[in-house]
């Protein structure tokens, strides 16, 4: 059974550091990229970020450039999202999630991916 596990959200300051942690299981971690979607109230749900377990090929929204890093650690099956200088439109559910080609995907604008994971609530106050 596929399982992606979100942690690590929360409630911090605007300029503040938070490091979400998405843990996988139920599939062979290096065949797929793990990717990062948010949801703001009253709003569509966007792509983030993403990362090729493969070759580490990353993707990341304009909105977050120079501000969130993706990494992967295959050894331990997850993949973490540090995400710095963090403003109040970072307020948000984020998802992970994990799909054949989900970078390429998210380049596309995709709002989908094959496996999901259970969304941390990330609150940033002004």
């Known amino acids: 059974e596929v399982q992606l596990q979100a942690s690590g959200g929360g409630l911090v300051q605007a300029g503040g550091s938070l490091r979400l942690s998405c843990a996988a299981s139920g599939f062979t971690f290096d065949d797929y990229a793990i990717g990062w979607f948010r949801q703001a109230p009253g709003k569509v749900r966007e792509g983030v970020s993403c990362i090729n377990t493969t070759n580490g090929s990353t993707y990341y929204a304009d909105s977050v450039k120079g501000r969130f890093t993706i990494t992967s650690d295959n050894a331990k099956n997850t993949v973490y999202l540090q995400m710095n200088s963090l403003k109040p439109e970072d307020t948000a559910v984020y998802y992970c999630?994990?799909?054949?080609?989900?970078?390429?995907?998210?380049?596309?604008?995709?709002?989908?991916?094959?496996?999901w994971g259970k969304g941390t609530l990330v609150t940033v106050s002004s």
């Open positions: 999630a994990a799909q054949h080609s989900l970078c390429l995907a998210m380049e596309y604008g995709t709002r989908y991916a094959d496996y």
